[in-house]
Structures are given as structure tokens and as C-alpha cells.
């Protein structure tokens, strides 16, 4: 299922939004402020943002020059009751993809979010790798020279976020963040699950690479022989 991410303050419209982005298979994450997307967007490695210009900490174009500016490249629709040329102009400068002014019908949000997903989303990494370890998100796959093995889309997003620290020590919360989104309820063991899953493949591929619990602080991908 893709995630997006939805940047909305006005909570029934968000509510409404994202209800009928789900029926049509696509899950939302909802935040309400600007330096909460902001959060969100380093988190976990989103398929699109839906954005909505006045927003209580300022307006949405921020947010979005600063993704633009740092090269995250995630395709975003831009929703504003603004629709004069000059907005949609000035949205489209600031990096939107696409524009769709209030009042919307449901059925062309849901077909201008599939539209993005469509789009190779620059932001997420075609591959990645850590050590002696390859991923490839496309594929769900984890490999480590010639061997490979699947994994799920909670266990590829906690391996991309491990890889992409580069061996620093991400927060609990954070992998859980990644794994499931923002807004889906979590049992208290499912990343403990997930992680034991993970250790165990790594070792069936044979790789130096492990996930280190780094107490009281999260966890890291070290090295084995490495000191934590």
C-alpha cells in the first residue's frame, strides 16, 4: 500500500481526505503544522506529500522550497482556496507538481494522488546499502554479495532508515515511525518483532553487518568485532 503524507489543519477536511485516499488504497499519515511535516518528511520515506497552504505556522510554500532546496524531491499536490493565476503560478515555482484548489471533489484527489505515485518518486532511493549490505526498495529485497533475501515493507523502511545514519543510533520511535507512519496503532512488540526478524536474516546472508541495541538510545547497524 503507498503512504503519503498530508499537511492539513483543518481537521475535518483531513478527515475526509484521508478517508477517501484509504477506500482507494492509499494510506495518510495527517500533521497539521509546518515544522511537524518537516519532522515527518526525515522520518519516513513518503510516495507524496498533499499540501495545504495556510497552515497555523506559516504557508505551505515554505515547507515545500524547503524540501526543494535540500533535493528531496517528493512529488507534492498543493491544496489552497487561493486560485488565482498568480498562486498557482507562484505554487508551481516553489516546486509543486500539481495544484488543486478548494473546494475539490473526492474523486479527482484520489486521481491526482494516484497520478503522483505513479511518478518515480526522486526522493526515495532507488538503492541503498550499508557495509557489506544492498537494498533495493523496489523489490523488496536485501542482498549481501550474490545472496539475497525478500523483505516486508515495515522491514525494508527500518533497514533503509538503519543504512541511511550510516551506523548512528536511530530511536525507537523513529523506526516505528517509518515502519508503520505516523497515524496506524502499533502493539508495544512489533518493532522488537521486526527487529528480530531482520537479525535473523542477516544472518542467513551471511553479512558483517548487525542491528546493535544501543541501551537506553535506540538502535545502529554495527559492524561485528566493532565496539558499540
Known amino acids: 500500500m503507498h503512504r503519503i503524507l498530508l499537511v492539513e489543519d483543518h481537521e475535518r477536511l483531513a478527515r475526509l481526505v484521508s478517508g477517501g ?3 482507494a488504497g492509499i494510506a495518510v499519515d495527517e500533521v497539521r503544522r509546518i515544522d511537524t511535516a ?3 518528511l526525515q522520518q519516513m520515506p513518503y510516495g507524496a506529500l498533499v499540501l495545504d497552504r495556510g497552515l497555523p505556522d506559516g504557508d505551505g510554500l515554505s515547507l515545500l522550497r524547503r524540501l526543494r532546496d535540500s533535493a528531496l524531491n517528493i512529488p507534492c499536490l498543493l491544496l489552497t482556496a487561493r486560485d488565482a ?4 503560478v507562484e505554487g508551481l515555482d516553489a516546486g509543486a507538481d500539481d495544484y488543486l484548489p478548494k473546494p475539490f471533489a473526492m474523486d479527482e484527489m484520489v486521481a491526482r494522488v494516484r497520478a503522483l505515485l505513479r511518478r518515480p518518486a526522486a526522493c526515495l532511493p532507488l538503492a541503498a546499502g550499508h557495509g557489506d549490505l544492498q537494498l533495493e526498495p523496489a523489490q523488496g529485497l536485501l542482498h549481501c554479495g550474490a545472496t539475497s533475501v525478500p523483505l516486508a515493507v515495515s522491514e525494508m523502511q527500518i533497514m533503509l532508515l538503519l543504512a541511511r545514519r550510516g551506523g548512528d543510533t536511530v530511536r525507537r520511535s523513529t523506526l516505528e515511525a517509518a515502519a508503520w507512519g505516523l497515524s496506524e496503532a502499533v502493539t508495544p512488540n512489533a518493532l522488537d518483532v521486526a527487529l528480530h526478524r531482520l537479525r535473523r536474516k542477516l544472518r542467513e546472508l551471511g553479512s558483517r553487518q548487525r542491528i546493535a541495541n544501543v541501551r537506553g538510545l535506540g538502535f545502529a547497524l554495527r559492524e561485528d ?3 558499540e
Open 21 to 23: 485516499l484509504a477506500a
Open 38 to 40: 518537516w519532522s515527518a
Open 85 to 88: 493565476l498568480h498562486d498557482r
Open 225 to 227: 568485532g566493532l565496539a
